[in-house]
């Protein structure tokens, strides 16, 4: 039990998130069937919040188990994966070709990633109240763990909301500068409210 407490306290002092993943939901399987099978989740990908923002476009997936019980998990940047260009030619039409195909990439990916974000807040919230009433009443360092754990998952969601905002403004951010963030501030802040 002290080796997984170092271990939790390793990830809170990080600020360490799991990134999320595709595929299959299992990274482990013990090889039996029917009554002996067992699957577990035992491995994840972690990150900080530095690491998330400079490589914003991570994806983690689990692929298939060939010659070991835990899945291989692949960690790809879809930015640097989609903009190579698998032939040669007039310098602009291969940029058009890479901004065409990183455009694709992109907003396939922010589909999947963003797609409920909204809900996932307001998930996130009424979870977050569960925890911190059940603190109150009981104020161990479980529970405290646990309070932490779904308070950064909110904050972590609430920045992407942010994020999606200010690239939801888009030309309007870019034409009134730094005078649009105190509107900007106060439409998220709204939101929020």
């Known amino acids: 039990m002290s080796e997984v407490n170092d271990f939790r306290h390793y990830i ?3 600020n360490l998130t799991d990134l999320g ?3 299959s939901i299992f990274t482990w399987w013990n090889g039996r069937a029917e009554d ?3 699957f577990k989740i035992l491995d994840r990908c972690l990150a900080n919040l530095e690491l998330q923002q400079m490589l914003s476009t991570l994806e983690v997936t689990h692929l298939s188990k060939i010659g070991s019980d835990h899945r291989p998990m692949m960690l790809t940047d879809v930015v640097k994966q989609n903009w190579t260009v698998d032939f040669a030619g007039d310098t602009f039409i291969m940029f058009n070709h890479k901004l065409k195909r990183l455009k694709k990439a992109l ?3 922010s589909r999947a990633t ?7 807040i307001a998930s996130l919230e009424e979870v977050v109240l569960v925890h911190e009433a059940e603190f109150e009443r009981n104020p161990t360092y479980q529970n405290r763990e646990r309070l932490q754990k ?3 998952e909110l904050i972590r969601y609430l920045d992407l909301e942010e994020e999606f905002w200010k690239q939801k403004s888009g030309t309007t951010w ?4 730094d005078r649009n963030t105190i509107f900007f501030h106060a439409q998220v802040n709204g939101r929020r409210k």
């Open 12 to 14: 809170n002092t990080c």
């Open 21 to 23: 993943f595709k595929g």
């Open 36 to 38: 002996d099978c067992i």
């Open 107 to 109: 907003s396939a990916w």
């Open 114 to 120: 963003y797609r409920d974000i909204f809900k996932k």
């Open 150 to 152: 779904v308070q950064a």
């Open 174 to 177: 870019f034409q009134d500068g």
